[in-house]
T-cell receptor, first 114, second 115 residues
């Protein structure tokens, strides 16, 4: 079972460059999420989506954009990369939002901005 | 508002000895609680969850956790550590607030297992 798939796994960007982190899930989940993980800080929610065409900001949305054109895909875009965006990015999905429903995570994208 | 505190950033145990990873939470509403494990260069994998049923929850790989409402704790235990348990562990609380569920992650506890 593929679950949640993220690409690329690693990437180095220069300051000011842009890129899109890809995320796709094959579980037909309506809810999808983007997190960033910084050392010793746990995970912080960047954006989430409750279904195709509907997205909303999380705790740390500045510098990022998302779109959700299909149930399966939820790409995260960095328009002007900054060193503060060096992090590990995780995409997750769930059948319901919150409550007893756990989230399913991809293996992450490790992004360095130099 | 809700919060999660993992009381130890790093725990080191010898192989074959018990594991205790501590987690305290605060929540205005009845929460759901989760423990996730993250192996190096991998995503988070669900170990177990508490959802207001039995207070002692059994998970995968021999882990279990006990929900103690009076102590607002959800500590993770395992009777005998294995080398493959070396990883980072996250305690997570999900609770209803302002009409929507919010997920809050602890900062993680790194578990080292000494042969």
């Amino acid at each position: 079972n593929a679950g949640v798939t993220q690409t690329p796994k690693f990437r180095i960007l220069k300051i000011g460059q842009s890129m899109t982190l890809q995320c796709t899930q094959d579980m037909n989940h309506n809810y999808m999420y983007w997190y960033r993980q910084d050392p010793g800080m746990g995970l912080k929610l960047i954006y989430y989506s409750v279904g195709a065409g509907i997205t909303d900001k999380g705790e740390v949305p500045n510098g990022y954009n998302v779109s959700r054109s299909t149930t399966e895909d939820f790409p995260l875009r960095l328009e002007l990369a900054a060193p503060s965006q060096t992090s590990v990015y995780f995409c997750a999905s769930s059948y319901l939002k919150g409550g007893p429903e756990p989230q399913h995570f991809g293996d992450g994208t490790r992004l360095s901005i130099l | 508002a809700q919060s999660v505190t993992q009381l130890d950033s790093h725990v080191s145990v010898s192989e074959g000895t018990p594991v205790l990873l501590r987690c305290n939470y605060s929540s205005s509403y009845s929460p759901s609680l989760f423990w996730y494990v993250q192996h190096p260069n991998k995503g988070l994998q669900l170990l177990l969850k508490y959802t207001s049923a039995a207070t002692l929850v059994k998970g995968i790989n021999g882990f279990e956790a006990e929900f103690k409402k009076s102590e607002t704790s959800f500590h993770l235990t395992k009777p005998s550590a294995h080398m493959s348990d070396a990883a980072e562990y996250f305690c997570v609380v999900s609770a209803l607030g302002a009409g929507s569920y919010h997920l809050t992650f602890g900062k993680g506890t790194k578990l080292s297992v000494i042969p």
